[in-house]
């Protein structure tokens, strides 16, 4: 289903170079170039239906790696900027990802082994809170009358499934799996995801959820209420503009809802940071056994990437 009018294209990224080679997120600034000029991340403004689409458009394994985490940081600042100046009447967000099949797989689990080999906790405290920061900013949609939407073309594991829990609402295409895996190697989801699930489920069911180690399939997470809309496979992007343009008119009454919900059920960046600080300690527990086993996530990984590439 096409678009109302033709996006407009903004850019398809720099080179990996002018973003950040730590966990710690660049400032805004620190590189030049111009707003939506970023890393990884393609972006197209709708005029037509107030809509910003972004893809996650990595060369490397689809993670949450450092330079990612930086480009999000200067997306959500670019978004706040070019919304307030009206340049760029931003009604609703969408972020999916370019990457065949995938989502997200979640954290950089290369990084994370090289600091827990190391015993850098510092290192891994400031990925994390890199991490919870930007969802905690997209949970609150940027403190903006903004609609976030999490489209789901491919499996959401771990961190992947944790970034899309701080979305408004989430339409996933049939087939696809949610997963939160950390447990199999002796790690729990550090990023937001028991604060968000348990919110939206409770705590026992969370920790149920968590605690399995297993895959959810796009059905059953819209009968949880996690996923909020269903797509045939390959349609997930025009379930997404139809649900765009059937609630468009209702743009402001979706907004009060959900800034209601989140004053009924509060989530303090603080929360999300303790977590992280608890993760990191949790991580620096794990025996060489589980290291090994998260290398050969990582290799696995690796192969899926080059698959994508030929």
Same mark, same amino acid.
């Given at each position: 289903?096409?678009? /109302? ?11 990996? @170079?002018?973003?950040?080679? *730590? ?41 949450? +790696? ?15 900027? @070019? ?54 900013? +997209? ?33 996933? /295409?049939?087939?696809?799996?949610? %997963?939160?895996?950390?447990? +199999?190697? %002796? ?19 969370? /920790?149920?959820?968590? #605690? *399995?180690?297993?895959?959810? *399939? ?5 009968? #949880? ?21 059937? +609630? ?20 303090? #960046?603080?929360?999300?940071? @303790? ?8 991580? #620096? ?26």
């Amino acid at each position: 289903m096409p678009l /109302e009018s033709p996006p407009v294209a903004i850019t398809q990224g720099v080179k990996a @170079a002018d973003c950040a080679t *730590s966990a710690q997120i660049v400032p805004q600034g620190s590189a030049r170039r111009a707003p939506f000029e970023l890393t990884d991340l393609a972006t197209a403004f709708d005029p037509a239906t107030g809509t910003l689409w972004t893809y996650m458009d990595q060369r490397t394994r689809p993670s949450f +790696n450092p330079e990612l985490l930086a480009a999000f940081a200067h997306w959500q600042d670019d978004i706040i900027t @070019a919304h307030d100046a009206g340049t760029m009447p931003i009604r609703y967000l969408v972020l999916g990802s370019r990457f065949p099949g995938v989502f997200s797989l979640g954290g950089d689990l290369d990084l994370f082994a090289g600091h827990i080999r190391r015993g850098d906790r510092d290192a891994l405290v400031r990925y994390g809170r890199a991490c919870v920061h930007i969802l905690h900013r +997209n949970m609150r949609s940027l403190d903006r009358p903004i609609i976030t939407i999490g489209l789901v073309e491919g499996d959401a594991l771990g961190g992947g499934f944790e970034a899309l829990l701080s979305f408004n609402v989430v339409i996933a /295409e049939r087939g696809t799996y949610f %997963g939160l895996p950390e447990t +199999n190697f %002796g790690l729990f989801p550090g990023m937001g995801a028991h604060c968000f699930l348990s919110r939206r489920l409770g705590s026992a069911r969370a /920790e149920q959820m968590i #605690l *399995s180690g297993r895959s959810y *399939s796009a059905e059953e997470l819209y009968d #949880l209420g996690i996923v909020h809309g269903l797509a045939a496979p390959g349609q997930g992007r025009a379930e997404v503009e139809t649900y765009i343009r059937q +609630n468009r008119r209702r743009h402001s009454g979706h907004c009060a809802i959900y800034e209601a919900s989140r004053s009924v059920n509060p989530l303090d #960046l603080a929360e999300l940071e @303790a977590v992280v600080d608890l993760w990191a300690d949790a991580a #620096l527990r794990l025996t060489d056994t589980d290291l090994k086993l998260m290398r050969r996530l990582v290799g696995a990984q690796s192969r899926l990437r080059d698959k994508a590439a030929v």
